[in-house]
């Protein structure tokens, strides 16, 4: 059974005009309902990650000014969302939702979690819609349960994941690898443990020749016993803050190539749909949406 997390805890109230499309959170489920994709039966709520787990990741002065929210106004400007008791919330539960997705993963094949890949967060501080980084708690978690030895993240959402390699730097039991728009947020790279730098315009040719000749040869030499796949749909050409010039198509070629490679070698899969800023908001979501197809199709 394909499990997939989502609160309306994911759902958060932002100032009028904001520009993260937080609406998607609702729509998402909604669509994939509707259609006859999944039912009720696949969606878990999350409960909030504990303490002892977000410190595997975040230091404790990073976490207890998050919990007072009591972190500076510059310090709040970095992560882009105005600082909130539900906020904080949103996060331990996104956070929470992304480690059962793990477990789920290793029990069924692949899970998703309809938030996350917050992989901007650093380990004492966040940027970038991130305030919690969700796949590098949920990797910390599988490493300290002893759940996992050797794990892979893949992160193709079209921005660096320069929290996460800034988390993993010194830790080779996990394996960070980002391919994204060179010319994009955040001005200032981290080093993954590789790092793929694609120019502006960009497209499907170029994007999925790139994907094809990496990720086979990643997997045959960091063998993980997991992967944690961040998919986000800012690669498309419609994305007002992704600069590539993928198509939706594009994307879901991505998409299935990454499952079914997964599948094939069977590799537990986590899923977190990441960023997508399209100016329509009915192209976030069939772009995402079409994530949650191909996982159901290829697995179920």
Not at 3 to 23: A, C, N, Q, T
Not at 29 to 57: D, H, K, M, R, W
Not at 103 to 122: I, R
Not at 248 to 256: F, N, T
Request: hydrophobic share 40%; with cysteine.
């Amino acid at each position: 059974m394909l499990k997939i997390s989502w609160s309306d805890l994911y759902v958060h109230p932002l100032p009028s005009g904001h520009r993260f499309p937080m609406e998607k959170y609702v729509l998402i489920p909604e669509q994939l309902l509707y259609e006859g994709t999944i039912q009720a039966s696949n969606l878990f709520t999350p409960s909030a990650v504990n303490e002892e787990t977000i410190l595997l990741t975040h230091t404790l002065e990073y976490w207890q000014k998050l919990k007072t929210l009591s972190l500076s106004k510059r310090e709040i400007r970095k992560t882009g969302f105005p600082l909130s008791e539900r906020l904080v919330r949103r996060e331990c539960h996104i956070n929470q939702g992304t480690i059962d997705a793990a477990l789920y993963a290793f029990e069924y094949g692949v899970a998703m979690n309809v938030a996350g890949g917050t992989h901007h967060a650093y380990t004492d501080h966040g940027e970038g819609f991130c305030l919690m980084n969700d796949f590098a708690m949920a990797a910390n978690y599988l490493l300290h349960h002893q759940l996992a030895q050797q794990i892979l993240i893949v992160d193709l959402d079209v921005h660096q994941g320069n929290g996460t390699a800034e988390i993993f730097q010194h830790n080779s039991k996990v394996f960070t690898f980002s391919m994204h728009c060179e010319a994009n947020y955040p001005l200032h790279k981290e080093k993954s443990d590789l790092d793929i730098g694609l120019p502006p315009g960009t497209g499907d040719a170029v994007f999925l020749h790139q994907l094809y000749h990496t990720l086979p040869r990643l997997i045959d030499e960091v063998q993980p016993d997991c992967i944690f796949y961040l998919s986000g749909v800012d690669i498309v050409h419609t994305d007002k803050l992704g600069r590539l010039a993928c198509t939706r198509e594009g994307c879901r070629q991505r998409d299935e190539f990454v499952l079914s490679l997964c599948k094939e070698n069977n590799i537990p899969l986590t899923i977190a749909m990441g960023g997508g800023y399209s100016y329509h908001i009915r192209d976030i979501v069939e772009a995402h949406c079409n994530t949650f197809r191909l996982a159901q199709e290829i697995w179920f």
